[in-house]
């Protein structure tokens, strides 16, 4: 299973990847936005976790773009305290879930396994 | 003006010598030289801190990620490198700048361990040192570290400073409380002598948001408070959470010296008031002013009713054309015939009340 983390906090990117991959993901890092939708078209993640405020390209252009695609990937959106009115635009963008700072990662682990596992049943 | 020339040649010639020339050029060349050196060395000074920034950064960020996400990590082993670095103090307080912000992004096992580490390393102490600095924004920053990081040992020192005469300094530790100790927090609200500006009051208000209401122990005391920042603060309070046990106090408020309590006042009213509200707002319309009249015409709707009907009427004649057009509104809102009122008006004095009666029923329609 991998998994595309877009984040431009180093050390809270860190954290999530050793966190996933401790689960038995494989993590795809990114730090921006640009980098984000290269590695998504070219390494075709089988979920997105993007931060909402990302260089270059904003998390919620990514979760247009991804959902334009012709089997559109599941994203689950992380926003900071107080982004209510992004997070609502995000999810009418058709992002999948979101989770908002500070979060558990247990929580953003059930948010991953329970998308995968919807995401399965149709394969 | 011949003369006047030949006056100003010779004091030229006086002055301006070759060789003050050739001084004012060294000396000129001299500061130049000096200028440009001195960039120079800021840039290199800079670069150099930057350099040794990322030099560790990359080291003690795998560090520490390690650590937060292990569940065991209290006995947690300090390698030798890293141990040699934090004997320097940007290497420290680059740690602490990673850990608050890591903090923030966290909660459960990584929140925990994040804070078991700062206290391993000490660094609890490099923040309480910064509550005794001088410099305010040092201050502010010490208890900032304290406040994310939960050390609530230190509440004695910081609540001292939320009555502090620094605004910033003031702002940090009444946040800080509120993180530590959630609606009990409040408390600093009994003894703050210093304005709490309206920035502050929505910082706490958002922060508040997200705790569980556990109540206010003294609301009816600060809506008392001779600080009028807390007196408004307070009736924030009372309309957010609907402390209607708190309506007498608020409706004394009608009558604060102040004008922005009475504006609070007014919409804390609309929110917890009971069949009486709408008359005590009417009745205080007339010792009004503008701002405070149209106040009171835009909470209305809220509780207005029939009773209300003749002071609309009124107030439909008289003032503003915007306090017209509020009255309006509320008639045409909350009265059973407002808006026939509204329309027969319109046909008497076209002049405003047309354009009021179609701007009215426009906003009716949608």
Same mark, same amino acid.
């Given at each position: 299973?991998k998994?595309?983390i877009?984040?431009?906090?180093?050390?809270?990117l860190k954290?999530?990847?050793?966190?996933? %991959?401790r689960?038995?993901f494989?993590?795809?890092?990114?730090m921006?936005?640009l980098?984000?939708?290269? %590695?998504?078209?070219?390494?075709q993640?089988?979920? !997105?976790?993007v931060? !909402?405020?990302?260089?270059?390209f904003?998390?919620l252009e990514?979760?247009?773009k991804?959902?334009?695609?012709?089997?559109?990937?599941?994203?689950?959106? !992380?926003?900071?305290m107080g982004?209510q009115?992004?997070?609502?635009?995000?999810m009418?963008l058709?992002?999948d879930e979101?989770?908002?700072k500070?979060?558990n990662?247990?929580?953003?682990t059930?948010?991953?396994k329970?998308?995968?596992?919807?995401?399965a !049943?149709?394969a | 003006?011949?003369?006047?020339?030949t =006056?100003?040649?010779?004091?030229f010639a006086?002055?301006?010598?070759?060789v003050?020339l050739?001084s004012?050029?060294?000396?000129?060349i001299l500061? @130049?030289a000096?200028l440009v050196?001195?960039?120079f060395n800021?840039?290199?000074v800079?670069?150099?801190? =930057?350099c040794?920034?990322k030099s560790?950064?990359k080291?003690l960020?795998d560090w520490?990620t390690?650590v937060?996400? $292990?569940e065991?990590s #209290?006995?947690?082993?300090?390698?030798?490198n890293?141990q040699d670095?934090f004997k320097?103090p940007?290497?420290r &307080?680059?740690?602490i700048?990673e850990?608050?912000? $890591?903090k923030?992004?966290?909660l459960g096992?990584v929140?925990?361990?994040i804070?078991k580490?700062?206290?391993k390393l000490?660094? $609890? #102490?490099?923040?309480r040192i910064k509550l005794d600095?001088?410099?305010?924004?040092?201050q502010?920053?010490?208890?900032h570290?304290?406040?994310v990081?939960?050390?609530?040992?230190?509440?004695?020192?910081?609540?001292?400073?939320? =009555?502090?005469?620094?605004?910033?300094v003031r702002?940090e530790?009444?946040t800080?409380v509120?993180?530590w100790?959630?609606?009990?927090?409040?408390?600093f609200?009994?003894?703050?002598?210093?304005?709490?500006?309206e920035f502050?009051q929505l910082?706490?208000?958002e922060l508040?948001?997200?705790?569980?209401?556990t109540?206010?122990?003294?609301?009816?005391?600060?809506?008392?408070s001779s600080n009028?920042?807390?007196?408004s603060f307070?009736?924030k309070?009372?309309?957010?959470?609907? &402390?209607? &046990?708190?309506?007498k106090e608020?409706?004394?408020?009608?009558?604060h010296p =102040? +004008?922005?309590v009475r504006?609070?006042?007014?919409? @804390?009213?609309?929110?917890i008031g009971d069949?009486k509200?709408?008359?005590?707002? @009417?009745l205080?319309y $007339?010792? +009004?002013?503008?701002?405070?009249?149209?106040n009171?015409?835009? +909470?209305l709707?809220?509780?207005?009713?029939d009773?209300?009907?003749?002071?609309?009427?009124i107030?439909l004649?008289?003032?503003?054309?915007?306090?017209?057009?509020?009255?309006?509104?509320?008639?045409?809102?909350? @009265?059973?015939?407002?808006?026939?009122?509204?329309?027969a008006?319109?046909y008497d004095t076209?002049?405003?009340?047309?354009?009021?009666?179609?701007?009215?029923k426009?906003?009716?329609?949608?």
């Amino acid at each position: 299973m991998k998994i595309l983390i877009a984040e431009d906090d180093s050390l809270i990117l860190k954290t999530i990847e050793l966190c996933l %991959k401790r689960d038995g993901f494989e993590i795809i890092c990114c730090m921006d936005g640009l980098d984000a939708m290269e %590695k998504i078209e070219s390494l075709q993640p089988d979920l !997105i976790i993007v931060d !909402i405020m990302l260089p270059y390209f904003s998390g919620l252009e990514i979760v247009g773009k991804v959902k334009q695609f012709k089997n559109p990937i599941p994203v689950i959106v !992380i926003s900071a305290m107080g982004q209510q009115s992004v997070v609502e635009e995000a999810m009418k963008l058709g992002a999948d879930e979101y989770i908002s700072k500070p979060f558990n990662i247990a929580a953003l682990t059930a948010h991953i396994k329970r998308l995968t596992s919807t995401e399965a !049943i149709p394969a | 003006m011949i003369l006047l020339d030949t =006056n100003f040649d010779d004091t030229f010639a006086r002055y301006v010598k070759p060789v003050y020339l050739y001084s004012a050029s060294v000396v000129f060349i001299l500061l @130049t030289a000096t200028l440009v050196i001195a960039t120079f060395n800021t840039l290199y000074v800079k670069k150099k801190k =930057n350099c040794f920034k990322k030099s560790i950064e990359k080291s003690l960020e795998d560090w520490i990620t390690e650590v937060i996400i $292990n569940e065991s990590s #209290v006995g947690v082993a300090i390698p030798e490198n890293i141990q040699d670095l934090f004997k320097k103090p940007e290497a420290r &307080q680059l740690v602490i700048d990673e850990l608050v912000r $890591n903090k923030s992004s966290f909660l459960g096992i990584v929140s925990e361990n994040i804070i078991k580490l700062y206290y391993k390393l000490g660094l $609890n #102490v490099d923040s309480r040192i910064k509550l005794d600095d001088r410099r305010t924004h040092i201050q502010c920053q010490g208890i900032h570290e304290l406040g994310v990081m939960e050390q609530k040992d230190q509440l004695q020192k910081v609540y001292r400073f939320t =009555n502090s005469k620094d605004k910033d300094v003031r702002i940090e530790a009444q946040t800080a409380v509120l993180q530590w100790y959630g609606f009990k927090g409040l408390r600093f609200l009994d003894v703050v002598s210093y304005p709490i500006t309206e920035f502050q009051q929505l910082k706490l208000l958002e922060l508040l948001r997200q705790l569980p209401f556990t109540g206010f122990s003294k609301l009816d005391k600060w809506l008392t408070s001779s600080n009028d920042t807390v007196v408004s603060f307070a009736l924030k309070l009372a309309e957010h959470y609907k &402390q209607v &046990q708190v309506h007498k106090e608020a409706e004394q408020c009608l009558q604060h010296p =102040n +004008e922005a309590v009475r504006v609070q006042a007014v919409k @804390t009213l609309a929110k917890i008031g009971d069949s009486k509200t709408a008359d005590l707002l @009417t009745l205080a319309y $007339n010792k +009004e002013r503008f701002t405070n009249r149209l106040n009171i015409l835009k +909470e209305l709707p809220k509780i207005a009713g029939d009773d209300q009907r003749d002071f609309l009427i009124i107030q439909l004649h008289e003032g503003h054309e915007y306090l017209k057009l509020a009255a309006a509104k509320v008639l045409a809102h909350c @009265t059973a015939e407002g808006m026939e009122i509204l329309e027969a008006k319109s046909y008497d004095t076209p002049i405003p009340y047309k354009e009021i009666f179609l701007h009215v029923k426009a906003e009716a329609a949608r």
